[in-house]
């Protein structure tokens, strides 16, 4: 079986990591380089750090952010929010991060994940799939863009298989009715598109017990397991997740 990873996730907005609920009521949660510092120690095998309000505010992301916490870690870091082109992907990875993630700007442009594919390497492109419940899809489920605030009328599923055809490397589907409730990952979904990419797939959005993680590997298919606020809030140790997938007969690494 796969090594199954654990990342946390640091949402950011104004210089400091916040946690929101259905993207939404925001609160604070720390400064992201004594977060992101913690986790590495605590023995988080990735990190995601997502600049929430770069695409709703029309802007890049802020790469002194990226700098800053990349300095601190030397587990992978991967950067999301605000990215629309190749140069914006080079200089995020010039700025420490080793992939970049992609959510609104490959949906209108799906010739950047190929493109950047192709000059970056796989590896280092993730696409962020947000999506909502809708019955009209084929799949059940609707691609969400700009932050979670814009339904577009596309299947969520169908746009991850063409993301993996395009060239992306992983793909971290988040469910807007999950996220942040700590209800549980939507199995559903992301099983979903675990079925029909063989690239790795990050759970995302809502884990809030230790069964939660368990059931993102063996109900949804997920190879890397997100989550914020169980780590911010200190509900867990990365540790404690670990330990507990093992006893489960997960493989991680401890």
């Not at 925001?26 to 023995?43: C, H, L, Q």
């Not at 605030?149 to 992306?168: F, H, S, V």
């Not at 606020?229 to 991680?252: A, C, D, M, P, W």
Request: aromatic content about 6%; some cysteine; glycine content about 12%.
């Amino acid at each position: 079986m796969n090594i199954i990873k654990i990342m946390p996730c640091l949402d950011m907005k104004n210089g400091r990591v916040v946690k929101g609920v259905h993207f939404v009521d925001i609160r604070d949660a720390g400064d992201p380089v004594e977060n992101a510092a913690f986790y590495e120690k605590e023995g988080a095998d990735e990190l995601a750090m997502l600049d929430i309000a770069a695409t709703v505010e029309n802007r890049k992301t802020r790469l002194e952010w990226v700098r800053q916490v990349s300095s601190v870690i030397t587990i992978p870091l991967t950067v999301g929010g605000g990215i629309n082109n190749l140069d914006d992907i080079g200089m995020v990875l010039e700025a420490g991060a080793k992939k970049v993630s992609m959510n609104s700007a490959a949906v209108k442009n799906p010739e950047l994940v190929r493109e950047g594919a192709k000059r970056f390497g796989p590896e280092k492109i993730t696409i962020a799939i947000d999506a909502r419940r809708n019955k009209e899809m084929p799949s059940g489920f609707e691609l969400v863009i700009a932050g979670g605030t814009t339904p577009i009328g596309k299947d969520a599923i169908e746009w991850a298989r063409k993301c993996q055809d395009l060239g992306a490397g992983v793909v971290l589907p988040t469910s807007m009715d999950g996220d942040g409730t700590l209800a549980g990952y939507d199995l559903e979904f992301t099983k979903a598109v675990a079925d029909v990419v063989t690239v790795p797939v990050v759970a995302s959005g809502g884990a809030g017990t230790l069964e939660h993680f368990y059931e993102g590997v063996v109900k949804g298919g997920a190879s890397v397991l997100l989550a914020a606020s169980v780590f911010h809030f200190r509900t867990f140790t990365i540790r404690q997740v670990k330990e507990y997938l093992k006893g489960k007969g997960i493989n991680v690494f401890l």
